[in-house]
């Protein structure tokens, strides 16, 4: 099998790369390494796209899903396209909503015109998010409790499912950008042009993960507490999320992958769901007891729709492509500790 992976140098294409690599697949990475400058900082860009020329069978080649001919180019002759290159920052998008919609939106087009137009007909996979429900969420009753808030109505109790209301709200640039190209996966594979799978991701964390304030929450607070940089927390650090750790996103990739003759397309609200919900204030704590560090936190307004509660109804998921999460919220914030601990020199500025 030829797996495309674009955005293959960003922490969640990354593992993408490693996971079919080590299973003998043939894998390219197209990425342009733009994360820095999208984002505003230096970063260490070039990590994931070094330690991906560790395996043979992963072909690296720097470009820009902007290109709609280059993404034909390198789709032509791919068996699977997983599609994880974007601008994912919220406050990326507020201040630069044209290259937010460029990239989310024009570029998703861009690859799904590449896989249509493939004669080896590939099944797509797209990474939405789940800001597609805009401030929708806010709407749903809750109740604060001492360290988070919680849902306060039964019809929720397992989270968010995927006919969750999308209209009549406010999104931000980065959700709305998102949903369009969430829009167009789904038109796509509803025409029959191609399989595809949009999975709405919750948060997402793990090794090889380099969190910013702006976006990574769970890794940015395990990197600033073990590094002593000051962490701000937006609102009270009692908002909750469901927490996925990166390596069981990419089994559930590519349980569709598997299945994709019969499942032919799909919509799935992705995260760890109720059973692995952490909030701010209490990933501090987790991080506190696992590393004796106590973070350097300060406190300030909330962000332009920043849901108080996002919990994943993970059950179709489960369900149709018959997946769970193995890793546990405290397995996986030791697992990423761990890997900042080894890796101290790459936060050193």
Excluded at 178 to 203: G, H, L, P, T, W
Aim: hydrophobic residues 40%; glycine residues 8%.
């Amino acid at each position: 099998m030829r797996v495309l992976v674009t955005g293959g140098a960003g922490f969640i294409g990354s593992h993408v790369v490693e996971y079919y690599a080590k299973n003998g697949e043939e894998v390219i990475v197209f990425d342009n390494l733009s994360r820095a400058e999208l984002l505003g900082y230096g970063g260490n860009v070039m990590y994931n796209w070094n330690y991906l020329k560790r395996y043979d069978n992963v072909e690296l080649i720097k470009g820009d899903i902007r290109d709609a001919e280059k993404v034909k180019d390198i789709a032509k002759d791919a068996n699977v396209v997983i599609h994880t290159a974007a601008q994912t920052a919220v406050t990326a998008s507020l201040k630069n909503p044209r290259i937010d919609f460029e990239v989310n939106a024009l570029g998703t087009f861009n690859v799904l015109e590449a896989a249509r137009l493939s004669k080896e007909n590939p099944a797509v996979i797209f990474c939405s998010t789940n800001k597609v429900y805009g401030d929708n969420v806010n709407k749903i009753p809750i109740r604060e409790e001492e360290t988070r808030y919680v849902f306060d109505d039964l019809n929720y109790k397992k989270g968010i499912p995927e006919k969750f209301p999308v209209d009549l709200c406010e999104h931000t640039p980065y959700g709305a950008s998102k949903f369009a190209a969430d829009v167009y996966v789904q038109d796509y594979a509803q025409r029959k042009e191609i399989n595809a799978a949009v999975f709405r991701m919750s948060c997402i964390y793990g090794t090889r993960q380099f969190g910013v304030e702006d976006q990574g929450w769970v890794a940015w607070f395990t990197i600033a507490t073990l590094m002593e940089k000051p962490i701000t927390i937006y609102g009270d650090g009692k908002q909750v999320r469901d927490v996925l750790y990166v390596d069981d996103l990419v089994k559930a990739f590519d349980a569709f992958v598997q299945q994709r003759d019969r499942l032919l397309h799909g919509v799935y609200n992705i995260g760890g769901g109720f059973e692995n919900t952490v909030s701010l204030l209490e990933l501090l704590d987790i991080l506190e007891e696992i590393t004796g560090k106590k973070g350097n936190v300060a406190f300030n307004n909330w962000r332009p729709s920043d849901q108080k509660v996002y919990i994943s109804d993970i059950s179709k998921a489960q369900r149709e492509l018959h997946w769970r999460p193995d890793v546990g919220v405290k397995e996986g914030i030791k697992k990423l500790v761990e890997w900042v601990e080894e890796n101290k020199e790459l936060f050193l500025h």
